[in-house]
């Protein structure tokens, strides 16, 4: 019985004090090359746009710390290139991610249909429990618009995706976009820490009550039987 409890005490100092600390996480920018995918980034990381943005070669990252609700989140963001040659490159970066901006152009909807296919080769590559937001960008381009919003939504929904329409050009939506990522992921990894949390103290618990600490009742009935007899 004493050992039974020092494993129980064990086991619950074992659980870290930070176990709620979301400090540090990654997110990666995936989807066509052109599709604003560095001034995305630029964006949110340095509030910064450039017009003569070059594409990107195989992965640039940045980073940048925020509140979310009551968590300080430091944000490390990959930005893929959206070349075929890269993408061996590319994926191999999906594995650490939590979170991923899945990005098309409304202005060209070749960029859009492609979103399947990056989507599962994401799929393939990272976490199961990753987040993800399709992302319509370029909204500043309202008159060249290929992709009406309600095509993008229906797709976002029939895969379980967030979905939002943003401007790298003039900022819309582009602090919403990455955050609401983060505040998805975040509520994502509180609820597994609880639930791992509460399985291995149900577990303990369960042995500590299997263990005998004296006769059964069963036992002291044959005893008082026997005895009579």
Known sequence: ???IL???FLEV???PRDEYDLSHKILVLIGESGVGKSNLLSRFTKN???HDSRTTIGVEFSTRTVQLNQFTVK????????LERYRAITSAYYRGAVGALLVYDISKHLTYESTERWLKELYEHADPHIVVMLVGNKTDLESLRTVPTDEGRAFAEKKGLMFMETSALDSTNVEAAFNEVLTGESSISIQKKVASRQVTRGSISAVTLSSPIGPTETQEKQSTCCKSS
């Open 13 to 15: 100092q074992l659980v």
């Open 48 to 50: 910064e746009f450039n």
């Open 6 to 8: 020092f494993f129980f």
């Open 1 to 3: 019985m004493i050992i």
């Open 75 to 82: 944000a490390q963001i990959w930005d893929t290139a959206g």
